[in-house]
C-alpha cells in the first residue's frame, strides 16, 4: 500500500464537501517540514542541513536533518470552514545545493520550473482542479514563495484564479517599467481597518491604504520566448502612519 491508497479515501470525502457547498474556494497551498531522531537517515530522507554554531576551534559545525517535507493544498470556504485536503506531495532531499553558488553558475529565472523543487505548487494546483471540478470556483492562495508566472500562466489555462503575495517586482506594460512603478502613480481607492497583535498580546486598529489596478505583466526576460504576457489585477496594501518599530 503506498500514500495513494491511503489517500484517496481521504480526497473523496473533500470532494463530496466540495460539492454540497457553494460558491468560491480558497486552494490555500504551504509546506510543511517533519523532523526526526535517526542514526540512519537513509531509512526515512533529509531535508536540509543546518548550521550548529562554532566549534572549540570557532570553525562552524553543520549537520543533516533527518525527516521529509509535505506540500498540502487546503481547500476551504469563504467563511473559513475547512473541507479537507484537495492535494499533497510528499518529498526529502538527497543532496543540497547553495543558493548563493548556484547563482553563480546559473540564472535561476531562466531554469524550466519543471527542474525546480518549486514545481510541486503547479502539480498541486493541477491535482486539486482535477480532483474537485468547477475550476472557476477554485482560487489559489499562497505566500511569497508562490510568485512564480508559471503557476499564474496554468492557473488561467485551467480556468481557476489566484492570489498570491508578491515577491517579484516584474516588468510590465511595454517593458520599460516595473509593477512597482505603476503602483506608485495609482491613487489609493480606500482604507480597509484590520487589527494588529503585538509581541505582549496588545490589539491595536491599523489602517491601510489600498491600491489596485489592472496591469499587463510581462514574464522573466529568458522566459519571454515560453509564456505570454498577462493581464493581471495589482493589489497594494500600505499601513498609514505606521508607529516606530511595527515589524508586520
Not at 529565472?109 to 482542479?129: A, C, F, H, M, Y
Request: proline fraction near 4%; charged fraction near 25%; charge should be positive.
Amino acid at each position: 500500500m503506498d500514500e495513494a491508497d491511503i489517500l484517496s479515501g481521504y480526497f473523496a470525502a473533500t470532494r463530496t464537501r466540495y460539492d454540497d457547498c457553494t460558491g468560491p474556494i480558497l486552494l490555500i497551498q504551504d509546506t510543511t517540514e517533519f523532523f526526526y531522531q535517526r542514526a540512519n537517515t537513509s531509512a526515512i530522507g533529509i531535508t536540509k542541513s543546518v548550521n550548529s554554531g562554532r566549534d572549540k576551534g570557532g570553525r562552524w559545525r553543520h549537520h543533516t536533518v533527518c525527516g521529509m517535507l509535505m506540500h498540502s493544498s487546503l481547500a476551504v470556504t469563504v467563511e473559513g470552514l475547512p473541507l479537507g485536503l484537495a492535494a499533497v506531495k510528499f518529498w526529502t532531499r538527497k543532496k543540497f545545493k547553495g543558493t548563493t553558488q548556484l547563482k553563480k553558475k546559473v540564472n535561476p529565472t531562466r531554469v524550466p520550473i519543471e527542474k525546480k523543487e518549486g514545481v510541486r505548487w503547479l502539480d498541486n494546483l493541477r491535482q486539486s482542479i482535477e480532483r474537485l471540478g468547477q475550476p472557476e470556483r477554485c482560487i489559489h492562495i499562497g505566500d511569497r514563495e508562490s510568485d512564480i508566472y508559471e503557476l499564474y500562466c496554468l492557473t488561467q489555462e485551467l480556468g481557476a484564479h489566484f492570489l498570491v503575495r508578491a515577491c517579484v517586482d516584474r516588468l510590465a506594460g511595454d517593458g520599460g517599467h516595473t509593477i512597482a512603478t505603476e503602483m506608485e502613480e495609482t491613487s489609493v481607492k480606500g482604507l480597509h481597518y484590520i487589527d494588529v497583535r503585538n509581541d505582549k498580546g496588545e490589539t491595536t486598529k491599523a489602517a491601510l491604504e489600498i491600491k489596485f489596478k489592472r496591469i499587463a505583466v510581462l514574464p522573466p526576460i529568458g522566459k519571454q520566448n515560453r509564456y505570454p504576457a498577462l493581464d493581471l489585477t495589482v493589489i497594494h496594501a500600505s499601513e498609514r502612519g505606521a508607529p516606530r518599530g511595527r515589524t508586520h
